[in-house]
């Protein structure tokens, strides 16, 4: 498959070896497994732990916790390696792009250091609970509550569509605290899975696609957690902590996004000048070329503003309505580039053992996780 990646962003040797350590790991470790992990409905936690010892987990964090204080483009390589390599499990990034950094910025210095060294291993797996069955980006009327009872909260609620919701041996949890006033606020919590009572996990849940990435119902019983447990020490913070993690997550589901898009541009390219019909080759006929040609310009738009997103988040430049604007256009390029290209393969495109076809199944859930793009499209607007 060739390399379609054209970036203005500046990587440095010390980048470009980074990323081919972590190809071969990808290429090598993850992507033959997928169909194994696919039946299972989730990766086993050793690669979880082979990636720590390789030094692929948590990269930014300092040396300190276990990391190697590394820069943005550590995490941006490492997630458009894994998408290029086809391999949708493990959810690498999730645990240490978006769970990780809530510690790193807003953790007790108890915190850090009791969890990061772990996240950075791999002993620890994380997930986030945020989403409930009465609604996901609604964070302000969670029905998920944790009452202060003497040195503990006590937490009641369900979580759904937890991804590594199995695996998870630590869960940041969203839920509503008591004010004084009597009214309610968000506030976050360390939870770690294996040590608490009162918490359940329900069923592996079935999906259309990343059949290999867990995904779960959770359960929480009056689960008892330690006051130490809220995140920053302080309640009423975790709709402010929520809101900025934000920008990054969909900057980084931009990036797979990205990735994706080129990967299914190669595979497609490869396939069209292979494959024949009526005597010729299918890139030989014009409508292949027109509809390769759109794709290849809204790839080319898209990978414009991407890097330009990823220049002004290293800057700290990045607001929210941009990261919703590119969170919103780059999963709507995917999802349809990603169908363009089932549909040049043919009926082979159908079929879950060509890469096309998993990636369409695999691809569709972008439009909605990180926020469901008429969410983003809600954000936007009120910048006009």
């Known amino acids: 498959m060739s390399e379609m990646r054209q970036t203005s962003v500046s990587y440095t040797d010390e980048h470009e070896i980074f990323r081919a350590s972590v190809r071969r790991f990808f290429e090598e470790e ?13 990766a086993p936690h050793s690669i979880w732990k082979r990636a720590g010892e390789l030094g692929f987990l948590c990269a930014r964090l300092p040396e300190e916790y276990g990391g190697a204080d590394a820069d943005f483009l550590f995490s ?23 769970v990780t950094p809530y510690i790193a910025h807003y953790g007790t210095a108890e915190q850090k250091a ?27 009327n969670l029905r998920t509550t944790a009452r202060r009872e003497g040195d503990d909260y006590v937490i009641n609620g369900q979580k759904t569509f937890i991804s590594n919701g199995i695996t998870c041996n630590l869960l ?26 009162g918490f359940k996990r329900g069923r592996n849940l079935k999906k259309l696609g990343q059949k290999a990435c867990d995904t779960a119902e959770l359960f929480f019983e009056d689960m008892r957690v330690p006051s130490s447990a809220l995140l920053g020490g302080t309640e009423g913070q975790g709709f402010g902590q929520l809101m900025n993690r934000l920008v990054e997550e969909r900057l980084m589901t931009a990036v797979a996004s990205m990735a994706i898009i080129e990967r299914a541009m190669a595979l497609t ?36 503003f991407l890097d330009r ?14 990261a919703a604007m590119l969170k919103y256009w780059a999963t709507e390029q995917q999802v ?12 082979y495109g159908y079929i879950l053992d060509f890469p096309i076809a998993q990636m369409w199944a695999d691809g569709r859930i972008a439009r909605i996780y990180g926020g469901a793009n008429e969410v983003m499209k809600d954000i936007i607007g009120r910048t006009i």
Request: aromatic residues 6%; negative net charge.
């Open 269 to 304: 390219i490869e396939y069209v000048k292979e494959r024949k019909a009526f005597g010729q080759r299918i890139i030989d006929f014009q409508n292949t070329r027109f509809k390769l040609a759109e794709c290849k310009t809204e790839a080319k738009v898209l990978r414009v």
């Open 30 to 42: 993850c992507a033959p497994r997928q169909a194994e992990w696919r039946e299972a409905g989730m």
């Open 76 to 98: 941006v390589i490492l997630l458009e390696e894994q998408a290029r390599s086809g391999a949708v499990s493990p959810m690498f990034s999730l645990h240490s792009d978006v």
């Open 114 to 140: 009791h969890f990061l060294p772990r996240m950075a291993t791999g002993e620890y797996v994380g997930a986030i609970g945020m989403t409930e069955p009465s609604g996901g980006s609604d964070l302000k």
């Open 172 to 197: 940041i949890l969203a839920a509503q605290t008591e004010r004084a006033n009597g009214g309610r606020a968000v506030s976050l919590f360390l939870v770690d899975t294996d040590e608490v009572e």
């Open 336 to 347: 349809s580039i990603v169908d363009q290209c089932v549909q040049l393969h043919g009926g």
């Open 309 to 322: 997103c990823i220049q002004e988040f290293m800057a700290g430049e990045l607001d929210a309505a941009k």
